[in-house]
């Protein structure tokens, strides 16, 4: 599939796009497929949700660790249903790393306390690395020229996931890449999977906000 649609490797992709850009070098590429913040239903342990210890540190090597970490995360959330927050619960304090103070195992089936665990986590495991948190992009999808983007998936409008990225960026002093406020969409083969065209569009979105920082 990858081949298909022009996407051979790292040098491809969006994030590979963006590091040549600012002439860095690539530590670690912990992308999944399908991957989400929350802890999946039907999963036992937290892994390999992007809230784990497993996947909060694992971006470094023997030899070297992350200086800036770029986390785009959140789609899958959104478009699997993930409620946003439990009731009376905010998942904005990050004063213990690893963990919301307060919550009950279980509570991480919630984007705001997922999220916040997850930047706990990697500002734990990472504290010198820039932490850039992506808002969810509206994308087009072509050769569907009717295609329109679902601002709202299972009664729950994107802007609410956007909102939590935004506010625990925030409290967890962490930069916030606002692709969504750019206007800006990127080409994709289902509405959700960048492909070649889409991940330069992609690039040049998280270029764009980055130099702006």
């Known amino acids: 599939m990858c081949n298909a649609l022009g996407i051979h490797g790292t040098e491809d992709t969006w994030w590979g796009k963006v590091i040549q850009h600012f002439q860095g070098s690539l530590v670690v590429c912990d992308a999944w497929s399908g991957s989400r913040v929350t802890k999946m239903p039907y999963q036992k342990e937290l892994f390999p949700s992007g ?32 409620p946003v927050s439990m009731k009376g619960k905010s998942g904005f304090d990050l004063n213990v790393p690893g963990f919301v103070p307060g919550y009950s195992k279980g509570d991480e089936v919630c984007f705001n306390i997922a999220y916040a665990m997850m930047l706990g986590q990697l500002k734990q495991n990472y ?50 890449l606002d692709l969504w406020a750019t206007g800006d969409t990127y080409s994709t083969i289902d509405g959700t ?21």
């Not at 785009?72 to 959330?77: A, E, Q, S, T």
């Open 51 to 82: 809230c784990s210890r497993e996947r909060t540190g694992n971006l470094h090597t023997s030899s070297d660790e992350p200086d800036v970490i770029l986390v785009y995360m959140g789609v899958n959330d959104w478009g699997f249903g993930a």
């Open 193 to 213: 999977h960048p492909n070649a065209k889409g991940m330069g569009e992609l690039a040049g979105l998280v270029i764009g906000c980055m130099e702006k920082l």
């Open 127 to 176: 504290p010198n690395a820039r932490i850039l948190c992506c808002t969810i992009c509206k994308t087009t999808c072509d050769g569907q020229s009717d295609f329109q983007f679902p601002k709202t998936l299972f009664g729950t409008h994107v802007q609410e996931f956007n909102d939590v990225i935004r506010i625990t960026c925030q409290a967890a002093s962490c930069d916030v």
